[in-house]
């Protein structure tokens, strides 16, 4: 059940009637029953695994509270640990290692048989897995009481807005929220529409038109035409932006229409200047809890620059193969953690110019461009298809680079014209430094952005119910 269909948008006229006449006890009742309504309609045999890591943490959890003996505190947070991610590692990237278990062995001369499991990767499972983590967690570090209402923390779960493709909630943040009455205001309600609405306008309009763009470029497997594949790296930045910020503030703006606030995932990622500013605007739930749960307990920045370049490598390259089993991935955390590393290396002797006026101002743009750039460097890791294709579209743009062709001329203008109102939004929230800038204008210019979003949503709109890229994983 996709948010872009008319099934969903079925579902939740019913699921938000029910919930305006209950009270808060049967509001979680009904929203727990909704959600899993929601998440079996993918596929209903998947819904046992959500369960399993639910119960596995409702008792972690009590266990780790109640116990006194630090030994026995860490042995239930290490059983909730590995029992989640047996879960995850096997569903996700059992066949991935089988396989290449067996080239390797094939390169020393062994024939071998290797079982190998049609798994079908359950939608989400990296989003409710580390959100269901956080709790026993939070539990171990004393920074949240766990609940004895199961039910509850079974909706913290898997609370259908950010169920499948986040934002990566934190228990602290969201149980409460859960355990206690909402109040739905006027003003939550303005903003939780504008943000549907505008997370509507991200996916139908923005990312699935730019899609026929990148997928032209990255399905071909032919000779690569430079200009082209430049082009398609380009398109697929704001695609993927789109795709992935739109589901976000939908599934934020649905949660506000019901009283409650899910943490914000997207802040303007493409005006930063340096990688470090980016994984602070960029997926930033999932950010945040590989720094806090992971980075962090590794040691951080504490202990010297060996060991901070260490943490930092491990952090990301976990964070890529978070994202998928493939070499891909791989490399593109192993890439996010060098242009990490090495923007710690050369910030402390990158000249600082003391300019002001249009000079600073020329000079923030160039950096902007230039980490653009950087970041599509990386998009074109993520998204090939292979590493052998990445490199043959590497080298078509580095060092064999074709001339434009009226292709690449009307791949301009069709990447300008999806997205030129995205980036005029985001440089006004930016300016605002708030999501929800554009609620403070006055109506009279509010109503024609307004007007059209609807206009371009119509009249351009992908209304085919395509799949959001990062259900994948």
Not at 164 to 193: D, F, M, Y
Not at 378 to 397: C, D
Request: aromatic content about 20%.
């Amino acid at each position: 059940m996709l948010f872009n269909s008319l099934q969903f948008i079925a579902f939740f006229i019913i699921v938000y009637s029910l919930y305006l006449i209950l009270n808060h006890r049967w509001q979680n009742y009904m929203l727990l029953v909704a959600s899993y309504i929601f998440y079996g309609s993918w596929n209903w045999k998947f819904l046992f695994l959500i369960l399993i890591s639910t119960i596995l943490d409702y008792i972690c959890g009590l266990k780790i509270y109640q116990e006194t003996d630090q030994k026995r505190k860490k042995l239930y947070l290490l059983l909730s640990i590995a029992g989640n991610l047996t879960i995850l590692g096997f569903f996700k990237y059992f066949n991935f290692f089988v396989h290449d278990l067996q080239l390797l062995l094939h390169q020393f001369g062994f024939s071998t048989h290797p079982v190998v499991l049609h798994i079908i990767l359950p939608v989400g499972i990296s989003f409710y897995t580390f959100q269901t983590m956080s709790y026993t967690i939070d539990v171990y570090r004393g920074e949240l009481v766990p609940t004895r209402r199961f039910f509850d923390l079974a909706l913290f779960v898997a609370f259908f807005p950010q169920l499948v493709a986040g934002p990566i909630e934190r228990a602290k943040h969201l149980l409460p929220q859960i355990l206690h009455p909402r109040l739905i205001t006027r003003e939550k309600v303005t903003q939780g529409l504008w943000l549907i609405y505008w997370g509507f306008f991200l996916k139908i309009f923005v990312a699935d038109n730019l899609a026929r763009i990148v997928d032209r470029v990255f399905l071909d497997t032919g000779s690569f035409n430079g200009a082209e594949v430049l082009l398609g790296l380009y398109a697929f930045a704001f695609q993927i932006l789109g795709d992935f910020a739109g589901y976000s503030s939908i599934a934020i703006g649905l949660a506000r229409l019901m009283g409650i606030d899910i943490m914000t995932n997207f802040l303007f990622p493409y005006f930063v200047t340096n990688p470090r500013k980016f994984w602070m605007n960029w997926h930033i739930s999932l950010s945040t809890w590989l720094r806090d749960y992971l980075y962090i307990p590794l040691g951080g920045n504490r202990r010297g620059n060996l060991i901070t370049y260490r943490n930092l490598f491990i952090t990301m390259l976990l964070g890529g193969l978070w994202h998928g089993a493939a070499w891909t991935f791989v490399f593109w955390g192993i890439y996010q953690a060098l242009i990490l590393i090495i923007y710690r290396l050369v910030s402390p002797v990158f000249p600082r110019f003391h300019w002001d006026g249009i000079l600073l101002r020329i000079w923030i743009f160039i950096k902007i461009i230039f980490f653009f750039h950087v970041i599509c460097a990386g998009w074109l890791i993520f998204r090939a298809q292979s590493l052998e294709q990445m490199y043959k579209m590497a080298g078509s743009v580095l060092v064999n680079f074709s001339p434009a062709t009226p292709t690449s001329y009307y791949y301009v203008c069709q990447i300008i014209f999806y997205t030129w109102l995205l980036l005029a939004v985001q440089i006004f929230q930016k300016r605002g430094k708030d999501v929800l800038s554009i609620q403070a204008i006055p109506v009279f210019l509010r109503l024609p952005l307004l007007l059209i979003i609807y206009y371009a949503l119509m009249m351009w709109g992908e209304f085919g119910a395509n799949e959001f890229i990062y259900f994948q994983f």
